[in-house]
C-alpha cells in the first residue's frame, strides 16, 4: 500500500472519541481511531491531528453563557481529547507531541509552529490542542489554519456521515450525494460542511479538503492511499 500524501491534517470531531456512549471518552472507540491513525502513519507520511471537543463541551450551546467563556470551555475539552489520543498513540508506541495554543506548560508544549514542522519531519504525530487560542473560531478553522501554516497536502476531515449531502441523508433519504466540490459551491449552496471561515481559509490556501465517514475508522487509511470515499473539496470545477 502506498500513500497519496506526503503531510496531512487529520481532522477529528470529538464526538467521534465519545463512540456510542455520545459523551465523553469512549476507550475503545478511541483505540480503533489511533490503530487506523497508526496504520496510516506506519506508510511513512508526516501526520498532523485536530481533535475537537464536543464531546464535552459546544461552546455554542449555551446562549446565556459569555460566547468567549463558552469557547474557551470548548478550548479545554480539546485539551482532554488531544492527551486521550497522546495516551492511545503512545501505547502503541507511535511517537507524538501535543502542542497547546493555550499555555499550559505543565500539560504539554505551546503551540510553536516551526517545532511543529521538526516534529512531523522527525516523524512524530503532531497534535495540536486548545483550537486557535481565540474564542469565536471553530476547530475546524483550527485545521485549516494549522494545514496551512504547516502547508499540509490535505485536510482530512472525519466526519459522522460519509460524505456532503445537499441535505441530511438521515431526515431525507433522497439527499443528493456529491463526490466533488468546489470551495465556491460549498458556500454558495450553503452546505454544513466547515464553518465559512475555515472553508474561505482553505479556498485561499489552496488546501483541499475529503469528507469522509469515521463510522469505519480503517477510512483514514484509505483516505491516505487514495481511495475514492467521501468528498473531495477543491478549487477544480469539473465534477
Ligand atoms: P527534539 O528537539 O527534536 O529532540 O524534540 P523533543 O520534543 O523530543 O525534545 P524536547 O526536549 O523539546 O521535548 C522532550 C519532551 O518534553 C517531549 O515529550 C515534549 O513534548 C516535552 N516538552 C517539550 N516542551 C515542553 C513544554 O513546554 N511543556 C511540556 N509539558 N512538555 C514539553
Same mark, same amino acid.
Given at each position: 500500500?502506498?500513500?497519496?500524501?506526503?503531510?496531512?491534517?487529520?481532522?477529528?470531531?470529538?464526538?467521534?472519541?465519545?463512540?456510542?456512549?455520545?459523551?465523553?471518552?469512549?476507550?475503545?472507540?478511541?483505540?480503533?481511531?489511533?490503530?487506523?491513525?497508526?496504520?496510516?502513519?506506519?506508510?511513512?507520511?508526516?501526520?498532523?491531528?485536530?481533535?475537537?471537543?464536543?464531546?464535552?463541551?459546544?461552546?455554542?450551546?449555551?446562549?446565556?453563557?459569555?460566547?468567549?467563556?463558552?469557547?474557551?470551555?470548548?478550548?479545554?475539552?480539546?485539551?482532554?481529547?488531544?492527551?486521550?489520543?497522546?495516551?492511545?498513540?503512545?501505547?502503541?508506541?507511535?511517537?507524538?507531541?501535543?502542542?497547546?495554543?493555550?499555555?499550559?506548560?505543565?500539560?504539554?508544549?505551546?503551540?510553536?509552529?516551526?517545532?511543529?514542522?521538526?516534529?512531523?519531519?522527525?516523524?512524530?504525530?503532531?497534535?495540536?490542542?486548545?483550537?486557535?487560542?481565540?474564542? =469565536?473560531?471553530?476547530? !475546524?478553522?483550527?485545521?485549516? /489554519? &494549522? @494545514?496551512?501554516?504547516?502547508?499540509?497536502?490535505?485536510? *482530512?476531515?472525519?466526519?459522522?456521515?460519509?460524505?456532503?449531502?445537499?441535505?441530511?441523508?438521515?431526515?431525507?433519504?433522497?439527499?443528493?450525494?456529491?463526490?466533488?466540490?468546489?470551495?465556491?459551491?460549498?458556500?454558495?449552496?450553503?452546505?454544513?460542511?466547515?464553518?465559512?471561515?475555515?472553508?474561505?481559509?482553505?479556498?485561499?490556501?489552496?488546501?483541499?479538503?475529503?469528507? =469522509?465517514?469515521?463510522? !469505519?475508522?480503517?477510512?483514514? /487509511? &484509505? @483516505?491516505?492511499?487514495?481511495?475514492?470515499?467521501?468528498? *473531495?473539496?477543491?478549487?477544480?470545477?469539473?465534477?
Amino acid at each position: 500500500m502506498k500513500a497519496k500524501y506526503h503531510r496531512v491534517m487529520i481532522k477529528l470531531s470529538g464526538e467521534a472519541l465519545a463512540g456510542d456512549d455520545g459523551f465523553g471518552i469512549n476507550s475503545s472507540t478511541v483505540k480503533k481511531i489511533c490503530t487506523a491513525i497508526k496504520s496510516a502513519y506506519d506508510l511513512g507520511i508526516e501526520i498532523a491531528v485536530v481533535v475537537g471537543g464536543g464531546n464535552f463541551w459546544r461552546g455554542r450551546q449555551s446562549n446565556e453563557m459569555d460566547k468567549s467563556t463558552a469557547d474557551y470551555m470548548g478550548m479545554l475539552a480539546t485539551v482532554l481529547n488531544a492527551l486521550a489520543l497522546q495516551d492511545s498513540l503512545e501505547s502503541m508506541d507511535v511517537p507524538v507531541r501535543v502542542q497547546t495554543a493555550i499555555e499550559m506548560r505543565e500539560i504539554a508544549e505551546p503551540y510553536i509552529k516551526r517545532k511543529a514542522m521538526r516534529h512531523l519531519e522527525k516523524k512524530r504525530i503532531v497534535i495540536f490542542a486548545a483550537g486557535t487560542g481565540n474564542p =469565536f473560531f471553530t476547530t !475546524d478553522t483550527t485545521a485549516a /489554519l &494549522r @494545514a496551512a501554516e504547516i502547508d499540509a497536502d490535505i485536510i *482530512l476531515l472525519a466526519k459522522n456521515v460519509d460524505a456532503v449531502y445537499d441535505s441530511d441523508p438521515n431526515v431525507n433519504p433522497n439527499a443528493k450525494r456529491y463526490s466533488n466540490l468546489t470551495y465556491l459551491d460549498v458556500i454558495n449552496k450553503g452546505l454544513k460542511v466547515m464553518d465559512s471561515t475555515a472553508i474561505t481559509l482553505c479556498m485561499d490556501n489552496c488546501i483541499p479538503i475529503l469528507v =469522509f465517514g469515521l463510522k !469505519d475508522p480503517q477510512n483514514i /487509511l &484509505r @483516505a491516505i492511499t487514495g481511495e475514492k470515499i467521501g468528498t *473531495l473539496i477543491n478549487g477544480d470545477d469539473d465534477e
